[in-house]
Structures are given as structure tokens and as C-alpha cells.
């Protein structure tokens, strides 16, 4: 076999590029997966043999999620929450399960004029989720990876790494838990309500306060509401952009108010939690920014919130 400088040259991993990483502080980031594999390379090509190489795949074709490799997922629907998101189920083999822990999140790969794209999105499904999972994601006019998901459609291929990151929690480990989301930053929230919720000797409250545009926008209602029937959980939504209360259905009237979170509607709700709440935040980056202001100017130190 060839063992010339330029054949090994064209064997070299390629140096990805900015778009390549999701910004979520994926451990491995793609360089470190790009490192890995360069002083695999590097290895190989001292030792003259191409075996060392057989390591390295591109992508995984046993449906098992490593946060190294890209592995093929098949879309099994598609379904348009409002006129910007949607929610993508994706199947599993054999009644298998992801693998998740609460909060975590996963790394989708896209491919959009020749330029690789990656971001992160967090599964809402359940932790036990048992032969699928879905993700809820919004899409932007002007978003690169937003140009890839619109041509998603049933039966489609899509290609996932993780997970990563995650929110460690036990049952009864904190009195209460105060959700402050934005708009899809209800995403990671949605597998820890339903934690709580499933097992009976967890007996923590929880207030989620959803922030979103107009009522339209509230995501997953009905499980919402589902939820909100357990003794333990109540939800609060704001509304940045509809003008009266009484144009929303009845049964969201009581617990909605319009206008922006800000300082003084937080302290309001933590007034009326039933227990010391530890705060949970995921939204912008604007919004966790502005959350983090308003909770140390009301005196929380930073072990009580964590920031998804």
C-alpha cells in the first residue's frame, strides 16, 4: 500500500470550521473530537499503519447516541406548533431509550450550501422515554441551520451526538423549583416536570413562570395544563405583546399576566412560593443575562440558580 506524503495528507482530519460548533460548551467540542482525532492521525502516520486509522468513523449506523460520533436518526413526524416551531419526533430501535439525564442536550448536524452547521437542542421528551424522542425547535428567517430543519419531512435521515451538559437532580433534593423560561427554553424544563410528576415520594413544588409573545406562542399547552393539575405545580405566564386578558380562554386568565418579566414580578412570585425556591433559568442569551441581574439584585447568591 501507497504510503507517500501526499496519501497520508489526504487521510489528515480537516480543522473544522466556526460553524461547526454549537456555542453550548459541549464536552467534547467538536475540536476536542478533531484533536482526538488528529493525534490518532498523527500516530497512524509514524507508525506507517492505516489500521490505527479504522477507529475513526464518521458517523455511528448503530442507533446509538456517543457524544463523539454523529449517529442517524429517522424522523417519524412532523408537527407545526406555530408559524415559526415545531415539534420532530424521532425514532428509537426496539423500545431503546436515549440515554438522557435531566436537562441534558444534544448536538444536531446540518448541511446547508456546502457549509456543516451545528447546534444544540434539548430533547422534551421524558428521561424513560421508551423507542422515540422529539425535540422542540424554533426556526429563524435568517438562520443557517433554520434553512436545513425546514426541509425536514417523515422518513428523513438526521444525524445527532451527545449528550451533554445536563441538571443534576434527586427527588426531594430541593423545597421548590422556580422555572423562569423564554420562549423554547421550556424545552429542558418539560422532562423534569414530568420527573417530578411520575414519581409519587417526590414531593417538590414547582413554579414555572413561561415568558412568551402572545398567547399563540405558549408552547405545549395541553401538557401544560396536564401538569398544572398536579398538587405540586402551578404555571404563571407573561406576555409581551397581547393588549387584554380577556380575549385568552378562561382557564388562563387567572394565572397570566401581560407586559415583560422584569425585577419586581420575580420577587412577587418568590414571595409566594411555598418553599425556598432554587431557580432554574433558560431562555437567550439576553434573557438568562437579564434573569441572573434580577435574581442577584434580590440577594440569591449563584449557588441557588443554575443557567441551562
Excluded at 447516541?65 to 415539534?87: C, H, M
Amino acid at each position: 500500500m501507497d504510503d507517500s506524503e501526499d496519501d497520508w495528507l489526504s487521510l489528515k482530519p480537516n480543522e473544522p470550521v466556526p460553524s461547526q460548533c454549537c456555542g453550548s460548551g459541549c464536552k467534547p467540542c467538536i475540536y476536542d473530537v478533531y484533536q482526538k482525532e488528529l493525534e490518532q492521525w498523527e500516530e497512524a502516520k509514524a507508525k506507517k499503519d492505516r489500521s490505527l486509522l479504522m477507529r475513526k468513523k464518521q458517523q455511528s449506523s448503530n442507533s446509538k447516541l456517543t457524544p463523539e460520533r454523529f449517529t442517524a436518526f429517522i424522523i417519524s413526524s412532523v408537527d407545526q406548533l406555530t408559524e415559526d416551531t415545531y415539534q420532530y419526533k424521532f425514532e428509537l430501535p426496539e423500545n431503546s431509550h436515549l440515554g438522557l439525564s435531566l436537562g441534558q442536550h444534544i448536538v444536531l448536524r446540518g448541511l446547508v450550501n456546502g457549509l456543516e452547521v451545528q447546534r444544540a437542542y434539548t430533547p422534551i421528551t421524558p428521561v424513560n422515554a421508551e423507542g422515540y424522542f422529539e425535540v422542540l425547535i424554533k426556526c429563524y428567517e435568517t438562520g443557517l441551520m433554520s434553512q436545513y430543519i425546514k426541509s425536514w419531512k417523515e422518513g428523513d435521515t438526521v444525524f445527532w451526538r451527545g449528550p451533554f451538559g445536563g441538571f443534576p437532580y434527586a427527588a426531594n433534593q430541593y423545597g421548590e423549583l422556580l422555572m423562569l423560561v423564554s420562549g423554547t427554553g421550556l424545552a429542558p424544563m418539560l422532562p423534569i416536570l414530568r420527573y417530578i410528576t411520575e414519581n409519587e415520594d417526590d414531593e417538590t413544588f414547582v413554579t414555572l413562570v413561561g415568558c412568551f409573545r402572545t398567547f399563540e406562542n405558549i408552547y405545549m399547552k395541553s401538557l401544560l395544563q396536564d401538569q398544572s393539575r398536579f398538587w405540586n405545580i402551578r404555571t404563571l405566564y407573561i406576555l409581551s405583546q397581547e393588549h387584554s386578558l380577556e380575549d385568552l380562554p378562561w382557564s388562563f386568565q387567572e394565572n397570566t399576566r401581560i407586559g415583560r418579566i422584569n425585577e419586581k414580578i420575580i420577587k412577587s412570585v418568590m414571595n409566594t412560593c411555598r418553599r425556598q425556591p432554587f431557580v432554574l433559568i433558560c431562555g437567550s442569551v439576553t434573557f438568562s443575562e437579564d434573569m441572573e441581574k434580577y435574581l442577584k439584585a434580590i440577594g440569591l447568591k449563584e449557588e441557588s440558580y443554575f443557567i441551562f
